[in-house]
């Protein structure tokens, strides 16, 4: 079956511009996760969506990110003004697992604000 | 609060000859720990993971982790490295009591494997 899909692969932008990326979690998983790897670090949690609950936005680095989650499915992450220390991969999971342990990775999209 | 710590930024073997990734948490409960592979340019995949059953743990492609609580250690191994080996690896610790997400990833380790 497919897995977790985030768009676009690669996204160059300039310092300043709002960019958007796209997360489709596996269908069915209520959890969805994003996530941040920036070089040499490891994953950086950054908000949690679980069913029609209020999202866990406690990870977002600054008021400039944010996250949606339509339909309980499709999610948008957005970062405004962005900054060169945005730079980074951004990961998507989602999960069924109640426990949240078991979560499925999209490829992330590599961010890269000039 | 729990963490995990990676205690080799980078590791290089020859193929054929064993893979020690090494890994350290701690933890105010009981964990769930797990490693992670992530071949370049593709998605995070689970390769093993201890909740409390077996100390040692059996993985995909060959991989092994053995939890060791007197040691607060969970060091992966493998005992013969095949070139597709390469890839970042990220020890994992689940934290379900903390309130926030329950996956905290270690800074990772980047296998390299010779021929």
């Known amino acids: 079956g497919a897995g977790v899909s985030q768009s676009p692969s690669n996204k160059v932008t300039e310092k300043g511009k709002d960019v958007e990326l796209r997360c489709d979690p596996i269908?069915?998983?209520?959890?969805l996760y994003w996530y941040r790897q920036s070089l040499g670090q490891g994953l950086e949690f950054l908000i949690y969506?679980?069913?029609?609950?209020?999202?866990?936005k406690s990870g977002l680095p600054s008021d400039r990110f944010s996250a949606e989650r339509t339909g309980g499915s499709v999610s948008t992450l957005t970062i405004q003004r962005t900054q060169q220390e945005d730079s980074a991969v951004y990961l998507c999971?989602?999960?069924?697992?109640?426990?949240?342990?078991?979560?499925?990775f999209g490829p992330g999209t590599r961010l890269l604000v000039l | 609060a729990q963490s995990v710590t990676q205690l080799d930024s980078h590791v290089s073997v020859s193929e054929g000859t064993p893979v020690l990734l090494r890994c350290n948490y701690s933890?105010?409960?009981?964990?769930?720990l797990f490693w992670y592979v992530q071949h370049p340019n593709k998605g995070l995949q689970l390769l093993l993971k201890?909740?409390?059953?077996?100390?040692l743990v059996k993985g995909i492609n060959g991989f092994e982790a053995e939890f060791k609580k007197s040691e607060t250690s969970f060091h992966l191994t493998k005992p013969s490295a095949h070139m597709s080996d390469a890839a970042e690896y990220f020890c994992?610790?689940?934290?379900?009591?903390?309130?926030?997400?329950?996956?905290?990833f270690g800074k990772g380790t980047r296998l390299s494997v010779i021929a």
């Open positions: 999971a989602s999960s069924s697992d109640p426990t949240g342990e078991t979560q499925y």
């Open positions: 269908s069915g998983h209520t959890a």
């Open positions: 969506f679980q069913g029609n609950s209020a999202p866990d």
């Open positions: 933890s105010s409960y009981s964990p769930s």
């Open positions: 201890y909740t409390s059953a077996a100390t």
């Open positions: 994992v610790v689940s934290v379900l009591l903390s309130g926030n997400t329950p996956l905290v």
